[in-house]
């Protein structure tokens, strides 16, 4: 069983940054996909970046491309979010999540992922 644990999350005004770790135990994650998505109150979960590690390339939502960037330590199992030059409209629950599978395309849907963190707040105050 894969267990995910973001940390990171804050307050923050408007132009500043934060970077959001996931660390994963109980199964190594170089080989499958991983994502970040967030959820803002009273909204959907949304895609935020993603990906498959196969490829090497990240897919980023519209909305993070040029400020926010995907990454990861597989040697600490941990993966990261920096994001930049935040907005007031960034404010969400942030999770990171992981797939059980190998995919040569990057899921963007919650559905297609298989174990989530808890969620870590972002806040930024304009």
């Known amino acids: 069983q894969v267990q995910l644990v973001e940390s990171g999350g804050g307050l923050v005004q408007a132009g500043g940054s934060l970077r959001l770790s996931c660390t994963a135990s109980?199964?190594?994650?170089?080989?499958?996909?991983m994502g970040w998505f967030r959820q803002a109150p009273g909204k959907e979960r949304e895609f935020v970046a993603g990906n498959t590690w196969s490829s090497g390339s990240t897919h980023y939502a519209d909305s993070a491309k040029g400020r926010f960037t995907m990454s990861r330590d597989s040697a600490k199992n941990t993966m990261y979010l920096q994001m930049n030059s935040l907005k007031p409209e960034d404010t969400a629950v942030y999770y990171c999540?992981?797939?059980?599978?190998?995919?040569?395309?990057?899921?963007?849907?919650?559905?297609?992922?298989?174990?989530w963190g808890q969620g870590t707040q972002v806040t930024v105050s304009s």
């Open positions: 109980g199964q190594t994650f170089t080989s499958f996909p």
């Open positions: 999540a992981a797939v059980n599978r190998m995919t040569s395309v990057t899921p963007t849907n919650v559905y297609d992922y298989d174990f």
